[in-house]
Structure formats: structure tokens, C-alpha cells
């Protein structure tokens, strides 16, 4: 795999290779993964998505393996033994994020019997396939973004704005960003 090309802003290192390689843009329809890249990318935001691939395995332990329905539990006490935690992004407004965003995430839940059809209904349960020719064609936010920003925002989530949904729709490839020499477009 060592001799393929690939999108260029994962050739930094092993750990963003893998990421591009095994998981970047590969559909996701499960709640419980669909879940753990929307923490992920709210803790994101502001920062670099390689420090919170590093932090990756120390966010799924303070969070309980990224299970909403514990985090949606979540009292003043956990909050303040994760801001303590030097392996995850001590913010706080974040932390308080994940807790309003697991409740909201189940709410959508109830109402669509799942969050994978409830966000995956913004695009008709398939990817976009975006052809892109070259990684600065890559947009931070679309149209489709934001609008799915302002639905979720209604819906009582926190920090997702139009690029962490963005980011949020490339992960789980609801977007298919990679560049057209990729190996994976293939």
C-alpha cells in the first residue's frame, strides 16, 4: 500500500494513511459509528483533525466508547474528571457539547428510528461522488452543509457548524472528497 497514491493531506504519517485508507470517506450507516465521528468532529473544531486522531483511543475511554446513552447521563462530576483527563481536549463548552449532543442524538432517534436515516435522508441514502481533480477543490462547507448545520442547531446540537458537519459528512462518506488519482477512486 506504501506505493499508492493517495489524497495528499494524508501522507504525513502511518496514522493518517490508515485513517484515509481504512475508513475516510467509507459509508457509515451505523449509529453507534455515526456517533462517535459527530464527538469527534465537534472536538475537532478550532483544531487540527490529526490531534484528535492521536487522541483517538484516549476519547473512546473517557467516553465511555462513544456510548450516547451513557454520556447523555453524564453529571457535574464527570465533567470535571474529564476536563482533567491530559488525553482528550479539555475544553469545557465541548465537553458540555458531547453530553446536549447525545441527548439530541437520541431524540432524532425517536423520531426517525435512527440517526443514520434521519442524516443520511439529506442525501438519499447514497454518496455524493464529488470527482474532485485536486484537494483545493475541496470546499470547508457546501450548501448541503449548512443546511444540515442549521437542521441539527435546531435540533438542540451543539458545535456543529457548517464545516465540522462538513468534515462530518467526508468521514462518514456521505461526501466522497477523494481526489480523482486516489487509489480508492480506483
Not at 64 to 74: L, P, R, V
Not at 158 to 163: A, P, R, W
Amino acid at each position: 500500500m506504501e506505493n499508492k497514491t493517495r489524497c495528499a493531506w494524508c501522507e504525513k504519517d502511518d496514522l493518517y494513511r490508515d485513517y484515509h485508507d481504512n475508513e475516510w470517506g467509507k459509508p457509515v450507516y451505523d449509529d453507534d459509528k455515526l456517533f462517535e465521528f459527530l464527538i469527534l468532529e465537534t472536538f475537532q473544531a478550532g483544531l487540527s483533525w490529526y490531534m484528535i486522531l492521536k487522541k483517538r483511543e484516549t476519547f473512546r475511554i473517557a467516553f465511555d466508547h462513544f456510548d450516547y446513552k451513557k454520556i447523555a447521563q453524564y453529571n457535574e462530576d464527570k465533567v470535571q474528571e474529564l476536563l482533567l483527563d491530559a488525553g482528550i481536549v479539555r475544553n469545557k463548552l465541548k465537553i458540555r457539547a458531547t453530553i446536549s449532543n447525545a441527548i439530541a442524538f437520541m431524540k432524532v432517534q425517536e423520531e426517525f428510528g435512527s440517526f443514520s436515516k434521519y442524516i443520511w435522508g439529506f442525501v438519499d441514502g447514497k454518496p455524493i461522488e464529488n470527482n474532485r481533480r485536486h484537494l483545493k477543490e475541496v470546499p470547508a462547507t457546501t450548501p448541503l452543509s449548512d443546511e444540515i448545520s442549521k437542521d441539527l442547531k435546531k435540533r438542540g446540537f451543539k458545535f456543529v457548524g457548517s464545516t465540522v458537519v462538513y468534515a462530518h459528512m467526508q468521514a462518514t462518506g456521505m461526501v466522497n472528497d477523494h481526489v480523482f488519482d486516489c487509489w480508492t477512486q480506483r
